[in-house]
C-alpha cells in the first residue's frame, strides 16, 4: 500500500515570498491534516479536511496560509507572503476516517521549509 | 482543552535495555485516545502503539508497551530490549474520540539515544 505522499521534500525561499506544498493522502482516506512542526517541538495542527470540507482551521494563520483539497483527494497548503517563523516541517496525514474510533494518522515525510 | 506533557527532552539508553519514555496528559474528557509515534532524522512520523481510555489492559505491541495510569493521567511507553534503530524522537499524543475527528495534541517530544 502506498503512503503519503509529499513533495517538494525541501525548500528555500526568502521572506515574503510565496510557496505552496502538495499532498496525496493514501487512497480512500477521507480526512486529511496539514500540520507544522518547528524545529525542537510537537507538531501542531493547522487544517483538517473531511473529504473536500474543512473541519478544523482553527489554528491556521488565514491572513498568509490557505490550503484547499479539491475532489477530496490531494491537497495543497500555501503561504503567502512567507516569515521567518514559518521556518518549520510541514507534514501531512490522512486516515480512513471510517473504521470507527481510535484510528492511527499516517503520515508522509513532510516537506522542510526554510525562509531566509 | 488537552494538553500533553513530555518532561524528558533527551534519553540514554544502552542497547538491549529498557528503557521508559514518560507523558503525562490533562483533559477533562472522559473518552480519550492516547497514541505514541516514533520520529526518526528521515521525519516521517511512525505509529507506535494506542491506548483507548476505556481499556482496562494496557495496550502492547511487539517490544512496545503503554504503562496506563488513568488517576494520575499517564501514559508511559516502555520499550524493551532497546535496538539501535530506536534512537529517534518520541512523541506522545492524544484525541477526544467524542466526535471522533481524529485530531492528535501532540507533546513536545523525547529524543532517545540507544548507546551500544
Known sequence: EAGVAQSPRYKIIEKRQSVAFWCNPISGHATLYWYQQILGQGPKLLIQFQNNGVVDDSQLPKDRFSAERLKGVDSTLKIQPAKLEDSAVYLCASRPGTTGVGEKLFFGSGTQLSVL | ?116
Open chain 2, 1 to 116: 482543552a488537552q494538553k500533553i506533557t513530555q518532561t524528558q527532552p533527551g534519553m540514554f539508553v544502552q542497547e538491549k535495555e529498557a528503557v521508559t519514555l514518560d507523558c503525562t496528559y490533562d483533559t477533562s474528557d472522559q473518552s480519550y485516545g492516547l497514541f505514541w509515534y516514533k520520529q526518526p532524522s528521515s521525519g516521517e512520523m511512525i505509529f507506535l502503539i494506542y491506548q483507548g481510555s476505556y481499556d482496562e489492559q494496557n495496550a502492547t505491541e511487539g517490544r512496545y508497551s503503554l504503562n496506563f495510569q488513568k488517576a494520575r493521567k499517564s501514559a508511559n511507553l516502555v520499550i524493551s530490549a532497546s535496538q539501535l534503530g530506536d534512537s529517534a524522537m518520541y512523541f506522545c499524543a492524544m484525541t477526544e474520540l467524542r466526535g471522533n475527528t481524529g485530531k492528535l495534541i501532540f507533546g513536545q517530544g523525547t529524543t532517545l539515544q540507544v548507546k551500544p
